[in-house]
């Protein structure tokens, strides 16, 4: 039976602990990820947006498995990732790959292409023979728009968008289920960038991949997901349908909306409108606010978010919110939001 859902994700807790200084104190901790419940589903783009430091990276590698979690549970496709034995996982790792935000660092400079892509497969085992093995890389290095001729290069004699190819051609020679893709185009040049990402749109079609798209661009987010979680201090405060047309732009955490806010104005009318900016700095992960974390920072608070966090609910289908008064965002905000959106969605098509 193929499951719709491909991840989910179940109160999932990542604890750093940390002591300052010789005498520091036991006891004190980063809550980088604090509590997230959701699911990925088949064959979807489900994009992570959020300030850096927010716990993005570090979700996503504990889906993977790459760290261990501090609590919660990680089904995918059916199998509790984290009660699986090193053998297990191993076996399991095939169906995964990740791709990383700097090619560069996350090439080894030692090793030539030819070498970087038969790894995988021989640590799982896949191909019979070296001929079979190499047809094999030379295969996908076509997919990713590189040659035979790369074979024998070594990273650093490749530009940073050949290198990124490089990655992703790693990422998926295994034909994985899912994988990872840790702001994979913000270390490259702007015209290389919409390359990658038309690249990533056509292999995730030919080989039916499912990604987890991190970035802190959301005009990217808008182009490539199906679907967008919004991250603050750990938590997601909310998840959006992006491919649903009558309600892009439709936000109800003032988070989201200043996020969006945030994206520069293509249009000249909205460049003469006085910004909106969220107020305030990002509090420590390490003693965060009571309540609902963004409340220190919400122009909109009352007394009800200092003291109680607002669960994630569906607010309407597929959108969900950890808000206690999305209906003032939606009113004071999300028609500004709504204007960018659309004015975003006619420069992605070209338009004017």
């Not at 293509?266 to 009571?290: F, L």
């Not at 009800?304 to 008064?325: M, N, Q």
């Amino acid at each position: 039976m193929v499951r719709d859902d491909l991840i989910i994700v179940k109160d999932l807790k990542k604890y750093f602990p940390i002591r300052a200084g010789l005498f520091g104190t036991k006891g004190v901790f980063v809550r980088a990820v604090d509590g997230v419940s959701l699911t990925i589903k088949r064959g979807e783009t489900f994009g992570l947006a959020g300030e850096s430091g927010c716990g993005k990276s570090t979700f996503a590698r504990l889906l993977l498995r790459l760290i261990e979690p501090t609590a919660g549970k990680v089904l995918f496709d059916g199998i509790d990732l984290f009660s699986l034995s090193k053998k297990e996982l191993r076996k399991l790792r095939r169906r995964m790959g990740i791709v990383f935000q700097d090619p560069k660092s996350s090439l080894n400079p030692r090793m030539t292409i030819y070498n970087i892509l038969k790894r995988p497969l021989e640590i799982h085992g896949i191909g019979s023979s070296k001929e079979e093995r190499l047809n094999m890389i030379i295969e996908i290095l076509e997919k990713v728009g590189l040659g035979e001729e790369h074979l024998n290069r070594y990273p650093h004699e490749l530009s940073g968008g050949q290198q990124q190819r490089v990655s992703i051609a790693r990422a998926i020679i295994t034909k994985p289920d899912f994988v990872v893709l840790d702001e994979p185009t913000s270390a490259l040049d702007i015209s290389v960038q919409a390359q990658i990402l038309n690249l990533l749109v056509k292999l995730q079609r030919e080989f039916k991949l499912t990604y987890l798209f991190i970035t802190h661009n959301l005009m990217v987010l808008q182009y490539i997901s199906d679907r967008v979680g919004i991250m603050y201090l750990g938590k997601v405060v909310e998840i959006m349908n992006t491919r649903d047309e009558l309600n892009l732009g439709k936000v109800y955490h003032p988070y989201t909306a200043f996020l969006m806010l945030s994206i520069p104005a293509v249009d000249i009318r909205e460049r003469r409108r006085d910004k909106i900016i969220v107020p305030g700095e990002v509090p420590s992960s390490i003693n965060p606010p009571t309540g609902c974390r963004f409340h220190p920072r919400c122009p909109f608070a009352k007394e009800e978010c200092k003291s109680k966090e607002p669960p994630l609910l569906e607010i309407r289908r597929g959108h969900y919110v950890a808000c206690h008064f999305p209906s003032i965002t939606e009113e004071k905000l999300t028609p500004y939001v709504e204007e960018r959106m659309e004015s975003i969605r006619r420069l992605l098509r070209g338009g004017s």
